[in-house]
């Protein structure tokens, strides 16, 4: 009898790299946490950046985002992404920026938290689009008529 063994859950929701490459096209993947030096080593790519997304983040992200890869001669394979979901990966980057500085900005300045992590009401509103947009629709139901 054959048994399936469990993966094993990490704490860590991996790393992504995204960018735009030579020809203007979005391109994203991601990558394990055990995959970090890879990681590193494709975002040093003209265009690209290195988002390490935090445990709040969407579970499915690794879901919607394609693997990255090495090949045998040491390039890097970061697949083509939907305008959309490069956009959302760039307002997350650009909020987690953002609340990276609130932290180093903490003492002089007094911040609210929700469950120990600094945020806005325009943070929570781009977080709340971004779950909506994972989960596979924009959080308006339709009305029964």
Known sequence: MRT???????????YIVFGRDEHDRKR?????????HLARMASNMAGFWL?????????????????????ESGRFVIPR??????????????MA???RAYTHDADEVE????????ITEEAAAILEELTAAF???DGNEPEEG
Not at 4 to 14: A, S, T, Y
Not at 28 to 36: G, L, T
């Open 81 to 94: 992404v939907r305008q959309g979901l490069y956009e959302k990966l760039c307002d997350l980057e650009h």
């Open 97 to 99: 920026r953002r609340a």
């Open 4 to 14: 399936n063994v469990p993966q094993p859950q990490w704490d860590h929701p991996g």
């Open 28 to 36: 994203a993947a991601w990558f394990s946490p055990r995959e970090q």
């Open 111 to 118: 911040v609210i938290s929700t469950e120990g992590a600094p």
């Open 135 to 137: 989960k596979g629709h």
């Open 51 to 71: 988002f390490e997304p935090s445990i709040k983040t969407p579970a499915r992200l690794k879901e919607w985002l394609p693997r990255g890869t090495r090949l």
